[in-house]
């Protein structure tokens, strides 16, 4: 049969988002792909040169819908190292504890975006429905459902509203019932592991060369999480094991997010239970010094920089944003040439795409 | 009375009550008009002419009542995918129906859409794959009766389209070539590697079906539906040939194209495979096609090894073989949403490398039964 390019994208199914996949078939085979990004290009990074330091954390938020509040802790984390800011601990603790509440929120939207490209409906909806309970208990903490504007330059906007802590134990303990099912509706299920096993395998070396990371990094063996290797905030207080998972599959990406659930579960109760009392927010300057900030977090999607250079005035003079998942778009020739038309929604699935942060 | 007898007497009473009035305009009228009108009469009357119109009239209602029926499993559908997936489910339109004229609704609403056709399509080819995919599946309909008494019968006395069965077989697998015809003629990438899989998938699963299906002619020794359904008094077909009947099932789901094997419209890949160039009321037919086929496959699974009408005689025969065509269904329903899409080469080779050899296996059983005189 001869060859022939498919457009996946910009408007498809598989893509979550805006972008565009295009892929050379042979009958159903992939022999080649071409990523093609930048429709969802809003120029945040400029932006944001024509804001004030506060006036940038709602921006940020608005980075990816997944996981808004990571990218605003990011940024918070990027201006106070610019502004020498001491967040106290108490804050620290709440950041933490609602950016692994926002990593289960994510992983779980992930699970069910990756369970509708697999046509399982059942999981898609269910997942969903989880995910409502993180984004009600984040909402209950913020404001608001998706982007929080929550993390403030020097701790947060406010302390914990009442029964919160009551709440997210619930919550938790409701999570890890959950997410036994999951197990057992995914593992379990004969036709799941028929399409995830062995499909998409990227090697360890080809990731670290094309700069791939998180969970699909983590996937494919090498034990690489900035929580441990690069600790910020108070993550050194906090006892968690890295998953990871040596395959580096579908399966094995897929097997990952699960694992790092738990973990999320385990680091929620850790850091209710040592959180101390006291102040929750410190006020920053309003004028940063003419000098540069660096934040580096683990985003739920890889690893996430942020580089700021103030010039002594209220606003930054450049805001740089690595985004982990268009690194990780690179890597999507290498994983997908060689299997079927049907792997590319699995394979690109796994990834976890996110649109926002990817073109900014 | 069965059908034929209560169609025969309604058809006989309108030609009687026509040609009444006919013959006496015919005698007011000159002689070489009168005899035109008295042959055109006599004709009327006539017993081949009478049986042909009777057949009709049969055909007709078959189909209303299998429209209906199909109503209902769009309504089943939605119903059902929201209680396994968590939501209500048709709801508002016929609310005290439970939200059972939804579906009309929804119909009205793609009529009243613009039909589009894309400017490089072939236009024949575009035009004819939704009427032979609607009317293949309309014509599977037609052969399967409900009970002893309502069913497509050519005689008074009842008897059957005698290689029904068969038929009904046949019928369902002209799908395929308007699905291919229809995937190549919309001149779209998607749609034409929808229409390749539809025939691949067809091809492989056809077999087996057709195999199961062979070994319940072999046990009850015809193609008809009555006697097939006779042949069951004493025992199911599904107890002495439980493979064979799982074999017909799986191969009953990839036939109509539900989850686990809608590969041909694998909306997460090809968007919306083979129909993704028909807008309007002929995705609104393709959309009720499936409910066609699915309510055809039902009734197959229900008449070959499902006991078809028969059961405790509370309640009247059809309602015994509908309950039972849409238990059929309901598990098609419960698969479907609980289980994701498989992949193309391993569907093929589940097909090829599993489900043959299990349906020969069953044939085989079969042909072990019917000479140990069992059956």
Redesign the interface.
Known sequence: MAE?W?N?GPQ???THGLWNLRVKVDG?TIVDAEPEVGYLHRGIEKICEGLTYPQIIPIADRLCYGSSFTWSHLYCLTAEDLMDVEVPERAEYIRVMAIEMQRIASHLMWLAAY????????????AM?DREVFIDLLQGLAGSRLTYNYPRIGGVAHDLPPNFERDALRTVRYMEQRLKEYEDLFDN?K??M??NVGIGILRKEDGIDLGVTGPSLRASGASYDLRKDMPYSVYPEIDFNVATHKDGDCYARYRVRMDEMWECCSIIRQALKKMPKGKWRVVAPRNAPASTGLGRVEDPRGEAVMYVVGDGSDKPYRLKIRSPIFVTLSAAPKILVGY??????VIMGGLDMCLGENDR | MNLFEFCYGIIHWLVDLVNNLWYRLGDVLPWYFGDFFTGVGDFAASDSHLSFMTILLESIIIILVALINVLNFLWIFRKI?GR????YGPYYVGYRIGGWLQNLADGIKLFLKEIIVPTKADKLGFFLAPIIFVGSSLLILSVIPLSENFGLSTNSSGEYVPAGALFALAAFSIAPFAILLAGWSSNN??TL?GGMRSAAQMMSYEIPLILCAASVFLLAGSFNFVDIVDAQRDIWFFVPMFIGFVVFLVCLIAEVEI??F??PE????L?EGWTTEYGGMRFGLFYMTTAIRSYAGGALATALFLGGWQGPSLIPDEIWFLIKAYIVYTVFMWL???????????MLGLGWRRLLPLAVLNLLIAAVLKTGGWF
């Open positions: 022939m498919i996946m498809h199914p598989m159903e369970a509708g490209d697999l046509g399982l409906s059942v999981g898609f909806t269910n429905r299920s036709i799941f028929m399409r079927k038309l049907a792997d590319v929604v | 995918s396994i997936l968590d939501f990438k998607y590697i989850v686990p809608d590969l694998a909306e997460a890949e968007v479907t949403w609980s289980v994701p899409r498989i992949r193309i080469d391993q």
